[in-house]
């Protein structure tokens, strides 16, 4: 290699002509085309020739000249047929190197000029060979195809990224908060689809890295307000539930199980009269049986009823035998398992079930005949506390017929003065003490109910758990689901049964408890386990536990519903294997149903938040870190954070007040201050 030869190199994916002004040590000064002056090693050359050019009548001349011979061989290159090449050769399957590939494309007389344009025409065009030290060697028919296929989508994605991201840079300078556009044109429908994969599901989205150069094109960075954009577009509501497609939580059933569900509910067995004529249940239809529930509820699964027979209560819990509706492993069944749970927010309700079964045949609905589990229990009322003596209890396959459906607040206005209400809570708090005296662990903590009216306005009310009616439900609940998991225990029948290790620390003192101690014994308490396998429940101070009671709207419970069945002659038992792959398959979707509850109760609470900028609050400060605290405002049990500044010293238990600074519900944000 000497001053003055011509050569070309490759940068930043172009071939550039240049000529050699100086040699040292295989390392090469160029002066290119463009009159720049590089220092690269000779491997760098993408080809050499002996091509040269007169160094001696100065560098303007020297440009000028690689300058012409560059302009003559891209000219070359329009002569060169790369895929007709590859038709004849193909078939070798040989290496060919360039003087004899410059031959095939130049015939007459080639030369340095000619070979170089052969080497840029191959080099520009990847796809039917393999270029190697001046060699070429033709790929296979499939090699070729998927090549095509690359190239297709490579300029797919090219395209995507300059014309998408032009579009969406034309409607971010739109000034109308929402912008019209043709829901027909696949274009734009596969720009928004990739901003809306973007956004949801970030560097795990398939998209992610055309979609992040989209956006650079529109001037959109992964960190501005992608969600007020699709909301521009209508893609999204101003308040939508993102996790419901982050999550992909099936909010309508297909058409599969609608049509089932239809058909169970038109099926004449499954009619009042049929249910009537049968004759392997109790008739408990003369029970003036009860349900308790919020007051928007619509799926009424559980009811209770009591009887004062003078020297015994006869207490009475019946739950609606969907397992009498739902066979194992059909259709309803699997959508069923595959949703784990019904979803309750402050703005919606995902159900488990279609709502023709969850709130009309498989509903505990007032004064319709319905099947149902009940459990029977047998209480003495000169006991002190009532079960001194233990429990005398049966659980059988029932008819039950609703007679009053209640609500919490109806309830606790009769607390005083409805017998059978006053008996209820007197077992419901002997039952507590029950429990207490084995150890369990009261937690009494406000409840704060947030939910959407007609009008969409927020209503924020906190509930008493302690109230005569909330203390019924829960207590009679945690009874009914103890005896049942006795009576599967006692007959060796696999299920779902909870149990939970000691807590690491008790701190509760029962009623006497301060706020902060029940918040501090919550988070000393222990997982609870899922098993096949009773086990004690620390918690509740139970020697076993499952929950059983809520068959419409868990999961969970319907498994163990079918189990009680089993032992009633009513349907064949589920195998330990087979409950413990569902105990395995429901975790995950249960552990995103109780994020999407959570995070979207959060969500409109700041919601609410947000128009009390200023607003002074109680807080209690939990723990302290380096440069923060975290703080309980207590009106709302809403946690944050509290920055330190200027020597500030909390301690875990005080009690601050604080103004709110910022809120943005959307973006999970609550900043407060220090009055």
């Known amino acids: 290699m000497e001053a003055g030869n011509v050569v070309e190199y490759i940068d930043a994916q172009k071939i550039v002509c240049a000529v050699v002004i100086e040699v040292k040590k295989q390392r090469l000064r160029l002066l290119t085309e463009t009159d720049r002056e590089v220092n690269l090693s000779e491997k760098r050359l993408v080809y050499k020739g002996n091509r040269r050019t007169d160094l001696s009548k100065g560098r303007t001349h020297a440009v000028n000249e690689v300058k012409k011979i560059s302009d003559y061989r891209k000219g070359l290159i329009d002569s060169v047929d ?79 990224i300059e014309e998408g991201g032009g579009w969406l840079q034309a409607v971010l300078k739109e000034k109308n908060r929402s912008v019209q556009w043709d829901k027909n044109d696949a274009n734009k429908q596969e720009y928004i689809n990739i901003l809306k994969s973007v956004y949801l599901y970030e560097k795990e989205s398939k998209h992610y890295q055309h979609g992040k150069k989209m956006l650079s094109r529109a001037g959109i960075g992964l960190n501005d307000d992608i969600f007020a954009l699709l909301v521009k577009l209508g893609i999204f509501k101003e308040n939508e539930n993102i996790n419901l497609y982050r999550f992909d939580i099936p909010i309508q059933f297909n058409t599969q199980v609608r049509r089932q569900a239809k058909q169970v509910s038109e099926n004449p067995a499954n009619s009042s009269q049929a249910l009537s004529a049968g004759t392997n249940r109790r008739d408990l239809t003369m029970l003036a049986s009860m349900t308790i529930d919020g007051q928007s509820t619509l799926d009424f699964d559980d009811a209770i009823s009591i009887e004062d027979n003078g020297d015994y209560y006869r207490l009475g819990v019946h739950i609606v035998d969907v397992g009498h509706f739902i066979k194992n492993d059909d259709a309803l069944d699997k959508a069923a398992l595959t949703r784990a749970s019904s979803i309750y927010m402050p703005d919606q309700k995902i159900s488990m079930l279609p709502a023709g079964l969850s709130e009309e045949l498989c509903s505990l609905k007032e004064g319709v005949l319905r099947p149902a589990i009940s459990t029977m229990i047998k209480i003495s009322p000169l006991a002190d506390p009532l079960f001194r003596n233990g429990l005398d209890y049966e659980i059988v ?53 947030i939910w959407l009216d007609e009008d969409e306005e927020i209503i924020i009310n906190r509930i008493n758990r302690e109230s005569p009616a909330r203390m019924i439900v829960s207590e009679i609940m945690i009874m009914a689901n103890w005896l049942m998991a006795r009576n599967l225990a006692s007959n060796k029948m696999p299920a779902v049964f909870r149990s939970q290790p000691e807590p690491r620390e008790r701190i509760s003192k029962g009623d006497e408890s301060t706020l902060f101690e029940n918040l ?38 319907l498994i163990t519903q079918r189990q009680i069945r089993a032992t009633l ?54 723990y302290c870190r380096r440069n923060s605290v975290r703080i309980m405002i207590i009106e709302y049990m809403l946690e944050c954070d509290l920055p330190l500044t200027g020597g500030m010293k909390l301690k875990p238990e005080d009690q601050i007040d604080v103004k709110i600074q910022h809120v943005d519900a959307h973006r999970d944000v609550l900043a407060v201050y220090l009055c």
């Not at 296979?140 to 690359?150: A, T």
Request: net charge neutral; aromatic share 10%.
């Open 82 to 160: 790369i895929a007709e090449l590859w038709d004849v050769l193909n078939s070798e399957q040989e290496w060919i190197d360039l003087e004899t590939m410059t031959e095939f494309c130049f015939p007459d007389n080639p030369d340095y000029d000619h070979q170089a344009a052969v080497v840029r025409a191959f080099f520009y065009n990847r796809r039917y060979f393999r270029f190697n030290q001046n060699s070429f060697f033709p790929y296979s028919q499939e090699q070729v195809d998927l090549k095509i296929k690359q190239d297709l989508e490579a300029a797919r994605i090219n395209r995507i």
């Open 397 to 449: 396959p029932s008819l039950i017929r609703v007679k009053h459906q209640l609500t919490y607040h109806d309830v606790n206005l009769m607390a005083d003065s409805n017998k059978d209400i006053i008996i209820l809570h007197k077992i419901a708090r002997h039952f507590r003490d029950f429990r207490m005296a084995q150890q369990a662990i009261q937690i009494a903590l406000p409840e704060v109910n």
């Open 520 to 557: 501090m014994q919550r988070r000393a308490l222990s997982r609870f386990v899922l098993s096949t396998e009773p086990g004690r429940h620390a918690g509740l101070g139970l020697d076993c536990y499952v929950t059983a009671t809520s068959p419409i709207r868990k999961y969970y419970d």
């Open 569 to 622: 002659g009513l349907e064949a038992p589920g195998d330990a294997e087979k409950i413990n792959n569902r105990i395995q398959m429901l975790q995950e979707p249960m552990r995103m149903v109780a994020l999407i509850q959570r995070s979207r109760s959060r969500y409109w609470l700041l919601k609410y938040l947000e128009k009390l900028i200023g607003q002074q609050e109680k807080a209690l400060v939990l």
